[in-house]
């Protein structure tokens, strides 16, 4: 169980930093495509919040497989939720970013979602 959690872990910080990286290099070169100033704390906020998740899921699955269909879905109601509010929060006070915050949210969900789902499905 920790040599795979590591390995996740090890891949997992490899493609954060490869969008990290990515999303330096529009936000310096590609001015005409605007990413939200706060880019790189909403990239820590999924790579921190996504090992918490993968963490608490797979120790799930480890028990039983029907367990980890309940907690796979409320896991992920509570993100939509949380994920909710916190862009809510940030359009509230930020205004004039508040479109591209919620477009760069919306990606960094998408690519951060997509890679736990595919680690959780080699498992």
């Known amino acids: 169980m920790i040599d795979s959690f590591k ?8 493609f954060s930093v490869v969008i990290l990286l990515i999303s330096l290099a529009v936000y310096l070169w590609m001015p ?3 990413i939200t100033p706060a880019y ?3 990239v820590l906020f ?3 919040f996504t090992l918490i998740v993968f963490r608490l899921l797979e120790k799930t699955k480890e ?3 029907s367990k980890f269909a309940n907690a796979y879905m409320l896991v992920n109601f509570g993100k939509l939720v949380f994920f909710t509010i916190i862009i809510f929060v ?10 591209s915050f919620i477009i760069t949210f ?16 080699k498992k």
């Open 32 to 34: 005409f495509i605007h």
């Open 63 to 65: 028990r039983r497989l």
């Open 46 to 48: 999924f790579y921190g």
């Open 7 to 14: 390995n996740f872990t090890r891949g997992f910080t490899i």
């Open 106 to 121: 919306f990606i960094y969900y998408l690519l951060f979602t997509s890679y736990e789902i595919i680690a959780l499905l």
């Open 90 to 99: 940030y359009a509230y006070f930020k205004r004039t970013d508040a479109v």
């Open 40 to 42: 790189p704390y909403v």
